[in-house]
Structures are given as C-alpha cells and as structure tokens.
C-alpha cells in the first residue's frame, strides 16, 4: 500500500495493520447489509453512498472525483491487463510456497469430506470447520503475496488471521470427533496437515517480526 495513497506510516506493525483490516471489515460488513437492505430500491446507490459516507457536499470535490472518474474509466481496460498479469505472477509466487500448497490441499480434503456425507453436509460444525480451513488459506495467500518484506506489519497481521482460523478449525474437527460425525481416522487426516500448517505460520511471524525490528533499529 502505497504511502501517498493511504496515509499510512511506512512500518506500521502488526497492531496498526490490524486495526486498519477491522476497520475494513466493518465497512465491508456495513456496506453489505446497506445493499441487502437496499438492493432493491430505485436510488440504491446513492442511499448507500450516503449511508457509508462517499458523498461530498462541496461541488468541486464532486466535480474533481467525476473528473478521477472519467480518468480511470479511460485507463480501466489497461489497469485490467495489468492486474491479470500480476494475479498470474501471484498465483505462480504461491504454487512455489509449500505451506500454501498443504493449505489448498487441506482445504480440498475437508471440502471433500463434507460435501460427500450426508451427516456432515449442513451441519454447523463441519461447515465451520470448512468455512475456517478456506480462510486460513485465504489469509495465508494474502500474507505469501507481499513483495521481499515490504509490508512487514501488514504480512504478520494476516499470518495471525490465518493462524486464528487455523485453530479454529482444529477446533471443529475436534468436536466433529467428539459427536462421533468423524472417526479418529478422519481426524488424523485433518490434523495431519493442519499442525505442520500451523508450525509454519508460527515460524513466519517470528521471522516477520525480527525483520520489522531489524527495520526500526531494535535490538
């Protein structure tokens, strides 16, 4: 994230990202329940737009975001091109990380497992315990994605989701096997690639967080 375009300080740590990630969540979370609110309505977007604070009610920043408007719906196409070569170069980076790639096939496993049996297939549990798997490896991809440390408080932040939902769906697992809905076998898979999921997190903050001391000059 680019300083000039967000304000934010070049190392923030991870506290300050993930303050910053809440406060997208909630505008997210806010924008999304103002659009099933409204989605129907016939002035939608600009109820919405008010509602989450977009308007400006000074005509020459109205008139400066039309003119940034008119800019960007005339690079659109390029900026497209150019974000599909980076998505590209970005999913290559990942196919390369080995914990990604245990992440995807940990995520590949339980979605198997819970779409295949009837027992497990709307059942709370094994739809968290799905839900978390995918988050963990949505949060570590968004980690593995930073260029050479350049977001160091921005990467641990995510690591730390990723190993949230990582607990949380050892978590799942546990109490699928404590109702008997899994055998120990199905457990042993599922921790299996799990556990060493977590390691690996816990051994990146660690060496994320050195290097953003490193950055500050501390000891």
Not at 178 to 193: M, R
């Amino acid at each position: 994230m680019a300083e000039e375009n967000s304000g934010c300080p070049e190392l923030w740590d991870e506290y300050q990202w993930e303050r910053f990630l809440q406060q997208q969540d909630r505008k997210t979370e806010q924008y999304f329940q103002l659009f099933e609110k409204y989605q129907d309505h016939p002035e939608r977007d600009e109820i919405i737009a008010r509602e989450m604070g977009w308007n400006h009610s000074d005509d020459d920043d109205d008139e400066e975001e039309s003119d940034w408007l008119d800019t960007a719906e005339e690079d659109e196409e390029d900026a497209e091109d150019e974000e599909s070569d980076e998505d590209e170069e970005e999913f290559e980076e990942l196919q390369q990380s080995e914990v990604y790639m245990q992440s995807m096939e940990l995520n590949r496993r339980v979605f198997t497992m819970v779409e295949e049996r009837e027992t497990l297939k709307d059942h709370p549990v094994a739809v968290e315990l799905a839900t978390r798997v995918a988050i963990c490896g949505a949060k570590l991809a968004a980690a593995l994605c930073g260029d050479d440390f350049s977001e160091v408080g921005m990467t641990i932040a995510y690591l730390k989701r990723s190993l949230k939902a990582a607990n949380d769906a050892l978590g799942a697992a546990s109490r699928l096997r404590y109702a008997g809905l899994i055998d120990d076998d199905d457990l042993g898979q599922v921790n299996e690639l799990l556990f060493p999921i977590r390691e690996r997190i816990v051994d990146m903050m660690g060496e994320f967080r050195a290097e953003l001391r490193r950055r500050r000059g501390e000891s």
